[in-house]
């Protein structure tokens, strides 16, 4: 698939992904690519935040394949039982945040927990890092095996943001070049 063929979905997380995240630059260069937006970054509602990845899918006039960054992670996992079967061609997830962890963001207040487990019904990969200060890789890992998601080791990268050195993130765009050739 190219990125002429599909409605790409840019799901930010907590706090949407500022001018230098590599969502960001990857929503101003490719032109199918569009963000997901929330009422609310600062105050996420899970059930507000689901419900509108379901309009802006059901709005797709092509196949959607969702980027799911963070917090944006959770959202679509909790959003997949519920899109209409057949029109997300897949989801392409960096760095899941652990919201179980007793120390999570408080302000997050345990909204998207628990993590959903149940298989995702359409292909994804799981990218995680050894050092995100959000999750453990050995838990990312595990939930990359319950979602039926490949899982990508992106070494030593932190949270895979712009506060971690991934602006641009180039790696992640031929990442994504290649899963898209896949589906």
């Known amino acids: ?20 995240h590599w969502q960001s630059r990857w929503e101003r260069q490719l032109s199918s690519a569009r963000r997901v937006e929330q009422e609310s970054w ?33 959202a679509i996992a909790h959003a997949a039982p519920l899109l209409p079967r057949g029109k997300v061609q897949g989801a392409f997830l ?6 179980e962890r007793p120390d999570f963001i408080p302000a997050i207040d345990r ?9 995702l019904p359409f292909p994804s990969v799981l ?20 979602w039926g998601s490949a899982i990508v080791d992106a070494g030593d990268s932190g949270h ?8 641009p ?4 765009l031929m990442r994504f070049a290649g899963f898209l050739k896949r589906l």
Request: proline share 9%; net charge negative; charged share 25%.
């Open 1 to 20: 698939m190219k990125t002429s063929d599909c409605s790409i979905l840019i799901v930010p997380g907590y706090t949407n992904s500022g001018e230098d």
């Open 42 to 74: 600062d105050a996420p509602s899970r059930d507000a935040w689901v419900g509108r990845i379901l309009e802006d899918v059901k709005r797709a006039d092509k196949p959607v394949v969702l980027v799911g960054h963070s917090l944006g992670v959770l």
């Open 94 to 99: 960096v760095s899941l945040p652990d919201v």
């Open 111 to 119: 909204a998207f927990a628990p993590i959903p487990r149940d298989p």
């Open 127 to 146: 990218i995680a890092s050894r050092t995100d200060p959000h999750c453990d890789y050995a838990k990312a890992e595990d939930i990359a095996y319950a």
């Open 160 to 167: 895979l943001n712009a506060e971690s050195g991934h602006g």
């Open 169 to 172: 993130w180039p790696e992640g």
